[in-house]
Antibody, heavy 120, light 107 residues
């Protein structure tokens, strides 16, 4: 069974940093591109970033470029999102998601999500 | 950015009814369209991809259609477990944008 379990969320002050993790199991992690997708409270979904199966390529939405870094450790089957210079508008539930297949930017498995609240 | 406009924003239907949700893209997305179901308090689940391909394990009462800029999700014979928010998403061009969602409730 495919499982994606996020951790690392919580309350953080504006301008500070936070790192999210996503532990994957039930599939061959290093065969799949992975992504982070967020959902602000009572709002819709927003793709944040994607990393290729081997970590060689990364893609970001403009609003997080230069502030967020997606990475992965295939030996540990773990995906990360380093979030720096956090803003109030980054407040959201962050989901780890598996790409259906390499090059396809839709997602067939999602984690349960982790809440990030940016507030002073 | 490609804008995805969903309609209606909310929908109330009876058990056994057929419902249709529409999604309009601001430009041609060449059938690179996915539909997701999000039940209350849960993460999204992929229903349909490439506009009309049913994901594994999704009941056959769900179907997708459309091309160009106009797409739709149809649910035949509505069941109580279909109460959810439904999102469309274009995977044609970055940033990969979602519709605002359609909240489906039982009448």
């Amino acid at each position: 069974e495919v499982q994606l379990v996020e951790s690392g969320g919580g309350l953080v002050q504006p301008g500070r940093s936070m790192k999210l993790s996503c532990a994957a199991s039930g599939f061959t992690f290093n065969n799949y591109d992975m992504a982070w997708v967020c959902q602000a409270p009572k709002k819709g979904l927003e793709w944040v970033a994607t990393i290729s199966y081997d970590g060689s390529s990364t893609y970001y939405r403009d609003s997080v470029k230069g502030r967020f870094t997606i990475s992965r450790d295939n030996a540990k089957s773990t995906l990360y999102l380093q979030m720096d210079s956090l803003r109030s508008e980054d407040t959201a539930t962050y989901y780890c998601a598996r790409h259906y297949r390499s090059g396809d930017f839709f997602f067939d498995y999602w984690g349960q999500g982790v809440m990030v609240t940016v507030s002073s | 950015d490609i804008q995805m406009t969903q309609s209606p924003a909310s929908l109330s239907a009876s058990l056994g009814e057929t419902v249709t949700i529409e999604c309009l893209a601001s430009e041609d997305i060449y059938s690179n369209l996915a539909w997701y179901q999000q039940k209350p308090g849960k993460s999204p689940q992929l229903l349909i991809y490439y506009a009309n391909s049913l994901n594994d394990g999704v009941p056959s009462r769900f179907s997708g259609s459309g091309s160009g800029t106009q797409y739709s999700l149809k649910i035949n014979s509505l069941q109580s477990e279909d109460v959810s928010i439904y999102f469309c998403q274009q995977n044609y061009d970055s940033p990969y944008t979602f519709g605002a969602g359609t909240k489906l409730e039982l009448k």
